[in-house]
């Protein structure tokens, strides 16, 4: 009960609107002073006039009191100029009314205006405060000229009741002046107070800017380093996919520059390979006609020196000269004078070195950190794609030889194969297949068909066929079937001759698989020998098989010496 009394009392809080505080606050107070003040005289009269029945004066003072109650409950509602409006109002109309029927303009009760000139101020601003001065002047010269015609009768003004009258006025006129200026200090001290936040927060908002814009232009910065980064990587992966595409190793090194060029900028793009001896870095390639004329002359660079290719070389790291001019370890070569800058990458496959990327530009500083960890990925790709160029030449050559080589054994093995057979062929006449003796009797006649028998390249045989109608012209799916027997024939007889040395093998490899075993049985020299003469003997029908020891200090020449003869 007493929270809510004590909520009733106090001024009210409008969190939105402080002005709007500050006036309620102005209200609140002058409204619950006269309340009070209307209630300490009510309470003094009953005192002293005990229970008598209240004069009109007396009644309307409890009106006056419900009044500056319900003023208070309006305030709470947030009507605070409204109030404020008929609290001057009242206090105005009650003070002079006292004027006019007391003393007039000489009354302590006109005097009042001042104060009310105060109030006003404080609750309706300068708009109030100007509206009072001039009905309180008019109120002033309405008194004269009723006092003046007589309209109302003027006693004699006491002079202690003067003094009093006047006092109370002073202390009233002190209170108002009292808040005006605890409102004004308020204020000003609110005020100082916003200045210096508002001061602290210029200071951090300044700071805020002051970051915001090195982010801004740190972000900026970023965001062209990302621009370029992925328009370069962009760039090395049209590269790349061009690289890939060229699988001859000279075209391969002749277009890699023209291609990086065209597609970064660069003026001039070289490619340097190692020697065998990986003594010299050697230009192999480039793109502008200074760098065709330095390959033309065979152009080269010790590896291991100061010169950027050298160094690069050596230690297989990316190396810039932003300054072209300014860097001593750059040979200023004659043919490449408008060169500023240049960026030199080691070419890999796996770990090993296998040459250098130069790439050089007109402009000065033109290359960063950032440029290297993006054109590193470009040198990997061209040192990749180099090396599987030359493993590729490699494994061509290699097949080719390979090829070759199969090719040779093969023709070897099918004479012998050929030259060991009485079979030449078999000759079918449309009734029966008889054999052919000798290989004169498949002599192309003018009106014969003749298919070769082809492996690896190699002929090895023929189909000759002969029509039985002459005028029978030969259709192209009978010509498709013979080459297709052809060809199903040579693999045939590929098979059949692997198949008879596989055998011939297998049947050696077996007896020299047997007579090891009976050997390694043998301890006596005697029967090592027998057992020898006798085994190759049984093996080689037809043959007269003959082992003697030799001393091998003493000369022995023969015809027959070093050399495997049948008997």
């Known amino acids: 009960m007493l929270n809510e009394v004590w909520k009733f009392f106090s001024p009210p809080v409008f969190p939105q609107d402080e002005d709007k505080t500050r006036k309620a606050r102005y209200a609140h107070v002058i409204a619950l002073g006269l309340l009070l003040v209307a209630l300490a005289y009510e309470a003094l009269v009953r005192f002293s006039a005990g229970f008598a029945v209240p004069s009109s004066f007396e009644l309307i003072l409890i009106g006056f009191a419900l009044a500056c109650i319900a003023g ?11 109030i404020s409006f008929f609290l001057v109002a009242l206090i105005w109309f009650i003070s002079n009314g006292f004027a006019a029927t007391s003393y007039g303009a ?17 609750l309706l601003g300068w708009q109030g405060a100007g509206i009072i001065t001039l009905a309180s002047v008019l109120s002033g010269f309405a008194l004269a000229y009723a006092e003046q015609n007589g309209f109302i009768k003027i006693e004699s003004y006491p002079v202690l009741l003067f003094a009093r009258d006047v006092t109370f006025v002073f202390v009233l006129n002190g209170v108002f002046i009292y808040l005006l200026i ?18 602290s927060a210029n200071k951090s908002l300044n700071l805020t800017q002051t970051e915001l814009e090195a982010r801004t232009t740190d972000l ?31 075209d391969l090194l002749s277009s890699i520059p023209s291609i990086i060029s065209n597609r970064l900028g660069y003026y001039h793009v070289a490619i340097f390979l190692l020697d ?10 480039a793109n502008t006609e200074a760098g065709l004329r330095m390959l033309a002359r065979g152009y080269r660079q010790p590896v291991g020196q100061l010169e950027l290719v050298s160094s690069v070389a050596q230690m297989g790291q990316p190396r810039i000269a932003l300054h072209l001019a300014d860097d001593k370890s750059v040979p200023q070569d004659s043919e490449l004078q408008v060169t500023q800058s240049e960026l030199a990458l080691p070419l890999k496959s796996g770990d090993e070195i296998i040459g250098v990327l130069d790439i050089q530009s007109v402009n000065p500083s033109d290359f960063t950190e950032d440029d290297i960890s993006t054109l590193s990925i470009l040198a990997d790709q061209v040192g990749i794609a180099l090396q599987n160029s030359l493993l590729f030449e490699e494994s061509q050559r290699a097949l080719r030889e390979a090829n ?55 002929t090895i045989g023929r189909l000759r066929l002969n029509p039985s109608d002459r005028s029978h012209s030969w259709t192209d799916d009978e010509l498709l079937m013979v080459k297709a027997t052809a060809e199903r024939v040579a693999l045939a007889l590929e098979g059949t001759r692997l198949l008879d040395e596989a055998q011939k093998r297998a049947t050696r490899e077996s007896f020299l698989s047997e007579i090891a075993t009976k050997l390694s049985a043998s301890f006596q020299l ?11 003997g049984q093996t080689l029908p037809n043959s007269t098989v003959t082992f003697q020891l030799v001393n091998p200090s003493t000369p022995y020449h023969s015809p027959e010496s070093d050399e495997v003869t049948r008997e």
């Open 72 to 82: 208070l409950w309006l305030l709470k509602k947030g009507h605070v100029r409204l």
């Open 106 to 122: 000489r009354d302590a009760s006109y005097i009042i205006n001042f104060a009310i000139v105060l109030m006003a101020g404080l």
């Open 182 to 199: 605890t409102g004004l200090e308020n204020a000003l001290s609110k005020s100082r107070s916003h200045l210096k936040g508002l001061e």
């Open 220 to 250: 900026l910065t970023a965001n062209s380093q990302l621009e370029n980064r992925t328009k370069k990587l962009h760039a090395v992966a049209e590269i790349t996919r061009t690289a890939t595409t060229l699988r001859d190793f000279d």
């Open 276 to 285: 065998e001896q990986r003594q010299y870095a050697i230009l192999r390639a």
């Open 404 to 458: 070759v080589e199969s090719t040779r054994a093969a023709k070897r093995a099918w004479k012998e194969y050929t030259d060991a057979l009485q079979m030449k062929g078999y000759r079918y006449d449309g009734i029966k297949s008889e054999p052919l003796k000798d290989a004169k009797q498949l002599n192309r006649e003018n009106d014969s068909l003749l298919i070769p028998v082809q492996l690896r390249g190699q």
């Open 526 to 536: 005697d029967s090592i020998l027998r057992d020898t003469v006798q085994e190759l």
